[in-house]
């Protein structure tokens, strides 16, 4: 079972190690596609790998094989892992639990809030709503009736080109539910801290994603002065951030972003889906190892292995064997 735990390690690990580069390799809408279910995955099976490992040293106290009606003595004999490992993975668990429990009641209570703050939008039939305030924003809320907010003050300070390009931006955010695959990506960040480097750039992602939906409608350079202007009037005003969970138009990192749209829209390359298709399977078949190889395990402890040695009945005067019968 140890080759089968270091494996699978060994390719989860490999999954945050190399995904911040794949990222930026990709085209946006093609990375967070597919980076974001990949990092669940990863996340996920670094979770079932340890907790395989924690309940295989548990298996073999003999107050928890009682219950699961397993030889604890086989299942430590066939079971190659030491206990201290066991002891270790089931340690890790632990505070992974508690440290992800808080992030989701965390964003819950983010969620809630943007919810209660702009629940009247509900009755507001258009998708874009206007608001008026001297604050410069523009954002995109999360949840079923989402609905793209721009105060006036910031329509006020753009022109009518900078307008269409800002409110293309939130339409892409609105149209792709943005904000859901930036949940999810910080949920596998939670399970997994390694995978933190990842949410970001798949945040970051999530901004160029917007931003070429917006090229794609108006032009690649008016897109960059635009969000270079829009940073630059809500750094000289001091402006309130977003809402968390919400999806804005000045998020990311602008230079960045910037950069990006004064270079050629980006292409997909081969080598990079075959990467990212290498990660996925190599994830996946080493956990299904690991399962398979823990079930035989403990299949093998409920049916321990007896002696087939014959048992001599009897033998004549000369010592030949004249009867024998199998041990049961």
């Known amino acids: 079972m140890t080759t089968a735990v270091v494996t699978a390690l060994v390719a989860c690990l490999a999954f945050p190690a190399t995904a911040p580069r794949l990222a930026r390799s990709l085209p946006p809408a093609v990375m967070v596609r597919l980076l974001v279910p990949t990092s669940v995955l990863a996340a996920s099976c670094g979770v079932f790998v340890l907790g395989t490992v924690t309940f295989t040293g548990l298996g073999q106290l003999t107050q928890v094989a009682r219950f699961g009606g397993w030889s604890p003595g086989t299942l430590r004999a066939l079971d190659p892992i030491p206990q201290e490992v066991a002891v270790a993975a089931g340690a890790l668990l632990l505070p992974l639990a508690a440290w992800t429990l808080w992030s989701i009641l965390r964003t819950g209570r983010a969620l809630l809030s943007v919810h209660r703050a702009y629940e009247h939008l509900r009755r507001v039939d258009s998708p874009i709503v206007v608001v008026d305030s001297d604050q410069l924003d523009a954002f995109t809320t999360p949840g079923p009736y989402a609905r793209i907010v ?3 003050a910031l329509l006020a300070a753009l022109t009518a080109e900078q307008r269409r390009v800002l409110l293309a931006h939130e339409q892409s955010h609105h149209r ?9 990506a910080d949920l596998a960040a939670a399970v997994n801290p390694l995978l933190r480097p990842t949410a970001a750039a798949i945040r970051h992602g999530i901004e160029r994603w917007a931003d070429e939906d917006a090229a794609r409608a108006t032009d690649r350079r008016l897109v960059a002065t635009t969000i270079a202007h829009v940073a630059l009037l809500r750094a000289r005003a001091s402006g309130r951030p977003a809402p968390a969970g919400a999806a804005a138009a000045t998020g990311g990192q602008v230079p960045r972003r910037v950069q990006a749209l004064l270079r050629p829209a980006p292409h997909v390359r081969a080598r990079h889906l075959g990467a990212v298709a290498v990660l996925v399977a190599a994830i996946l078949t080493t ?14 402890a409920q049916h321990p292995t007896t002696s087939a040695a014959p048992h001599v009945d009897a033998v004549d005067a000369d010592g030949n064997i004249i009867g024998l019968i199998q041990s049961p």
């Open 176 to 184: 792709h539910r943005h904000t859901w695959w930036a949940l999810a």
């Open 287 to 300: 956990a299904i190892a690991v399962e398979r190889t823990g079930e035989t395990l403990f299949e093998q």
């Open 150 to 152: 721009v105060t006036s």
